[in-house]
């Protein structure tokens, strides 16, 4: 597995790492201020232009336990849909 290293796409911290996962439309972010989230590559885009949403969502994943993460994603079938969240958790 190969880390990415990027800016937080929702608090903008810089030392922020991810993995590519299926085949590139979602990454695995592990963020020193948000800690772990997931994110499609439509719901990253989209999110750009909206600060109160990311903001909302850094929060949300600060809040989850440590095998708890957010999977943030938006229903592209649906025109104007905004981004969501919903909580996740790993076994390991």
């Known amino acids: 597995m190969e880390y990415f290293v990027s800016s937080c796409p929702l608090c903008g911290h810089h030392?922020?790492?991810y993995l590519i996962e299926d085949?590139?439309?979602r990454r695995d972010y592990l963020?020193?201020?948000?800690?772990?989230f997931v994110i499609t590559e439509p719901a990253?885009?989209?999110?750009k232009?909206?600060?109160n949403l990311r903001r909302q969502f850094a929060e949300e994943?600060?809040?989850l336990g440590a095998l708890e993460f957010l999977h943030i994603t938006v229903d592209t079938?649906?025109?104007?849909?905004?981004?969501v969240s919903v909580k996740?958790?790993?076994s390991n």
Not at 31 to 36: E, G, H, L, S, V
């Open 49 to 51: 232009g909206l600060p």
């Open 77 to 83: 079938l649906t025109p104007g849909a905004l981004p």
């Open 15 to 17: 030392d922020a790492k």
């Open 61 to 63: 994943s600060k809040a």
């Open 88 to 90: 996740g958790s790993r």
């Open 31 to 36: 963020c020193p201020n948000c800690k772990r």
């Open 44 to 47: 990253e885009r989209q999110l």
């Open 23 to 25: 085949h590139g439309m």
